[in-house]
Nanobody, 115 residues
Framework: QVYVKESGGGSVQPGGSLRLSCVASGNILSSNTMRWFRQGPGNQRELVASATSFGTLWVADSVQDRFTISRDGAKNSVFLQMNSLKPEDTAVYYC?????????WGQGTQVTVSS
């Protein structure tokens, strides 16, 4: 069994910052990828950033100048630092842990950017 838990969401004004955290626990393969997805109102779920257990980091072009992903491999934790937030960043942010054909999701954390 694998458990994935996100935290750190909330409401901020445009231009503000938030730091999302995700911790995965349970029977996790040492070689894995932890990813952040988001799903805004009326939108499909989209991949925002990923971090492999080998240290490879990736951030979507659309947010690359504002979002940073980091990872604590020893603790199977991943973080998403979001700066200069915009109203269009409003979404539920989901953490995902993936290896081979296995896919595990957290419940999501709401991020709302509004003045």
């Amino acid at each position: 069994q694998v458990y994935v838990k996100e935290s750190g969401g909330g409401s901020v004004q445009p231009g503000g910052s938030l730091r999302l955290s995700c911790v995965a626990s349970g029977n996790i393969l040492s070689s894995n990828t932890m990813r952040w997805f988001r799903q805004g109102p009326g939108n499909q779920r989209e991949l925002v950033a990923s971090a492999t257990s080998f240290g490879t980091l990736w951030v979507a072009d659309s947010v690359q100048d504002r979002f940073t992903i980091s990872r604590d491999g020893a603790k199977n934790s991943v973080f998403l630092q979001m700066n200069s937030l915009k109203p269009e960043d409003t979404a539920v942010y989901y953490c995902n842990v993936n290896w081979y054909a296995s896919d595990f999701w957290g419940q999501g954390t709401q991020v709302t950017v509004s003045s």
